[in-house]
């Protein structure tokens, strides 16, 4: 049996106004309610990030109650979002940040050090001519 809904007619019951709707309603075949995917669609900073928790917890819980069977069985499926969640997620944010932070510096580093080394052999090229 396929988790994949029958029709949209559960979308179309869903308040596109709502925060985080659009997670919902943008999916496509077979459903499943990622909560790391969640935080990620969201995109909040972490001092707006508490909220998430009990807007997953309403979702889920609502759709867990959904008259279309797939909705139901991906909604029954899906994980809880846990602090836990948001402090990996924010925490690995940083981490990306940080490592292109790095490997943008050490760039402009190398090329630093490449011209420097341009001018020194252009200057050794000039004292053998």
Same mark, same amino acid.
């Given at each position: ?7 949209? @007619?559960?979308? #179309? ?5 709502? +925060?985080?709707? =659009? ?6 075949? $077979? /459903? ?24 997953? @917890?309403?979702? #889920? ?5 959904? +008259?279309?069977? =797939? ?6 499926? $899906? /994980? ?50």
């Amino acid at each position: 049996m396929s988790d994949q809904p029958k029709d949209s @007619t559960w979308r #179309i019951a869903i308040n596109a106004d709502r +925060r985080g709707s =659009g997670y919902f309603t943008s999916q496509t075949g $077979a /459903l499943l309610f990622n909560p790391v995917k969640y935080i990620e669609f969201r995109g909040v900073n972490w001092d707006q990030s508490s909220c998430l928790i009990d807007e997953w @917890t309403r979702w #889920i819980s609502e759709f867990k109650k959904s +008259r279309d069977g =797939g909705v139901r069985r991906a909604a029954s499926a $899906a /994980l809880p979002l846990t602090q836990q969640d948001l402090a990996d997620y924010y925490r690995s944010r940083i981490l990306e940040d940080r490592e292109l932070t790095v490997l943008d510096s050490s760039s402009q580093q190398h090329k630093i050090v490449d011209q420097q080394f341009i001018v020194h052999l252009q200057e050794r090229q000039s004292k053998l001519c």
